[in-house]
Structures are given as structure tokens and as C-alpha cells.
Nanobody, 121 residues
């Protein structure tokens, strides 16, 4: 069974930094993409940043220049370095992985349990 284990959320003042980590565990054959999404109260979940297997990345316009996504393929782990945080970055951040497990045929999308990021003004 595949699980995504997240860590690194918390409370920080505006202008501060946080680093999120997400590790995919279980029977994994290959990972096509890993990324982070966020959902603020009353809003839909949306993409923050994503990295695909070839290394290409894409970011939401609102975080470009402030957030950096990176991936350690050997550890099946993705990181999100968040700098210059703003109160509007406050949300629950969810890790996502599109991967092929050793059990289920075909690529599937998996989600972490979410980690709260709160930025105070």
C-alpha cells in the first residue's frame, strides 16, 4: 500500500520560511510526478508546485520566486522550500504523487493527509 508522509508545516511570521517534506512509501515501481497543492478555508484546492520525472517544474504564479520545489528520487521524497511567506499563503498543504505501484496496474494519484501552514501578519 502506498502512503505519502508529510512533515514541516507550522506557524511562522510573515516574511519567514518553512520547508515541507513528503516521502512516498510502500510498494512503488516508478513515480511520474510529485507536487504540492493547498487549500485555504472556503477555497478550492489548487496547485502550488509540481516536479515531473524528467525534472521539469511548474509553479502557481502566486508563489513564483518565493517557493522552490525539489525532489530526491532515491528517497522518493519531494521538498517545498517556502520563503518570504505571506498571510495569504496560509492553508492546508497537501502532497500529491502520480505513480505506478508494485500492486496496482497503471499510474494513480495519491494524496497525503495534509499539513497546516499558518502565516501571521
Amino acid at each position: 500500500q502506498v502512503q505519502l508522509v508529510e512533515s514541516g508545516g507550522g506557524l511562522v511570521q510573515a516574511g519567514g520560511s518553512l520547508r515541507l517534506s513528503c516521502t512516498a512509501t510502500g510498494s512503488i515501481f516508478s513515480i511520474n510526478a510529485m507536487g504540492w497543492y493547498r487549500q485555504a478555508p472556503g477555497k478550492q484546492r489548487g496547485l502550488v508546485a509540481r516536479v515531473v520525472s524528467g525534472g521539469s517544474t511548474n509553479y502557481a504564479d502566486s508563489v513564483k520566486g518565493r517557493f522552490t520545489i525539489s525532489r530526491d528520487n532515491a528517497k522518493n521524497t519531494v521538498y517545498l522550500q517556502m520563503n518570504s511567506l505571506k498571510p495569504e499563503d496560509t492553508a492546508v498543504y497537501y502532497c500529491n504523487a502520480v505513480l505506478i505501484s508494485g500492486i496496482v496496474a497503471g499510474a494513480r494519484s495519491y494524496w497525503g493527509q495534509g499539513t497546516q501552514v499558518t502565516v501571521s501578519s
